[in-house]
């Protein structure tokens, strides 16, 4: 089963669950001894990822307040520790560094989709 760190990491800690690997780009802060897959798979990758957005036409200096006050959360010692708690890890970052993420993601995976011959139902 491919699973989220964050929804599984108490299971593994546990030892409830055996988890194989990884299958980010690179090792899970919260597993590092795990191997990657892509050392078995060479080029895969997958991920889980959520961030904010907000309407378009939201005015610049909302973006940027919102942005700047998500960073600062993001840096806070006790909200990191509790992120790697659960096998999460923050990625603070720029409105334009998240539309090119969002961008090549939604790349990525089209051509996943078209390879795989899918179609919606």
């Keep these: 089963m491919f699973a989220t760190t964050p929804g599984t990491a108490d299971f593994i800690k546990s030892g409830k669950l055996r988890a194989l690997g990884v ?3 690179s090792n899970a802060e919260v597993f ?6 892509a050392d078995f798979v060479p080029g895969y990758e997958a991920s889980q990822w959520y961030g904010k957005s907000a309407p378009k036409g939201t005015p610049t200096e909302i973006i940027d307040r919102l942005n700047r006050e998500i960073n600062t959360a993001l840096t806070d010692p006790a909200t ?4 790697t708690d659960i096998g999460g890890e923050p990625l603070p970052g720029t409105p ?13 995976w089209g051509k996943v989709v ?8």
Aim: aromatic fraction near 12%; charged fraction near 40%.
């Design 114 to 121: 078209k390879f795989a011959g899918l179609k919606p139902d």
């Design 32 to 37: 590092s001894e795990l191997p990657k897959i």
């Design 96 to 108: 334009a560094a998240f539309g090119k993420f969002i961008a090549d993601e939604t790349e990525k």
């Design 80 to 83: 990191r520790k509790r992120f």
């Design 23 to 25: 299958t980010t780009v």
